[in-house]
């Protein structure tokens, strides 16, 4: 089955970047999501094929995605992004989410 | 803005079917713009995709999970439904309702709404 690999943990400082990869074969070749997941809530879209922002969702959020690898990047981060980030891609015959990364800002 | 609210019974015993419904606000389930999807989370694990149904009733399970599950809608109630029969401990998660944005390229698919998520034990 296709594997979506993401590091488990990401630590920032406030105001910093925080990068989070999500790592399969030939990624490039589909389209990447990414949602947020706070403790205890629901998942939260917040970038759509590679690298959209649903409104709502702020500017510091950005996406890319190509070989094998897709990244999301928080600019400028706030204590208020600290979550679990998830990937999700489709994988030919169902849609896949990745391991996922907790980011801490520290 | 599209709502979705998931019920069920919150413990099942092992060997048994699980069902779990959920309810939709804002659109209907006939509207044609959404794939209504089921994930799940076990307890501090990742997001797994058990499949969806369209309103014509096609559906996409996950491999894992074909000899197992069945997804139905209900239109005249406006809810979409799971059932997951011969129950283990491995079932045991929070189950989440949503919507993926339709597309005729599944790949460009992304789950834009969701469930608050309902808990579900497997145990005796």
């Known amino acids: 089955s296709y594997e979506l690999s993401q590091p488990p943990s990401v630590s920032v400082s406030p105001g910093q970047t925080a990068s989070v990869t999500c790592s399969a074969d030939?990624?490039?070749?589909?389209?990447v999501c990414w949602y947020q997941q706070k403790s205890g809530q629901s998942p939260v879209l917040v970038i759509y094929q590679d690298n959209k922002r649903p409104s709502g969702i702020p500017e510091r959020f950005s996406g890319s995605n190509s070989g094998n690898t897709a990244t999301l990047t928080i600019s400028g981060t706030q204590a208020v992004d600290e979550a679990d980030y998830y990937c999700?891609?489709?994988?030919?015959?169902?849609?896949?989410f990745g391991t996922g990364t907790r980011v801490t800002v520290l | 803005q599209v709502q979705l609210q998931e019920s069920g019974p919150g413990l099942v015993k092992p060997s048994e079917t699980l069902s779990l419904t959920c309810t939709v606000s804002g659109d209907s389930v006939s509207s044609g713009a959404y794939y209504w999807s089921w994930v799940r989370q076990p307890p501090g694990k990742e997001l797994e995709h058990l499949g969806y149904i369209y309103h014509s009733g096609s559906t996409n399970y996950n491999p894992s999970l074909y000899s197992r599950i069945t997804m139905s809608v209900d239109t005249s109630k406006n809810q979409f439904s799971l059932r997951l029969k011969s129950v283990t401990s491995a079932d045991t998660a929070v189950y989440f309702c949503?919507?993926?944005?339709?597309?005729?390229?599944?790949?460009?698919?992304?789950?834009?709404?969701w469930g608050q998520g309902t808990p579900l034990t497997v145990s005796s």
């Open positions: 030939k990624l490039g070749y589909t389209y």
């Open positions: 999700q891609a489709w994988d030919g015959s169902n849609y896949v």
């Open positions: 949503a919507g993926i944005i339709a597309s005729a390229d599944l790949k460009r698919g992304y789950f834009r709404y």
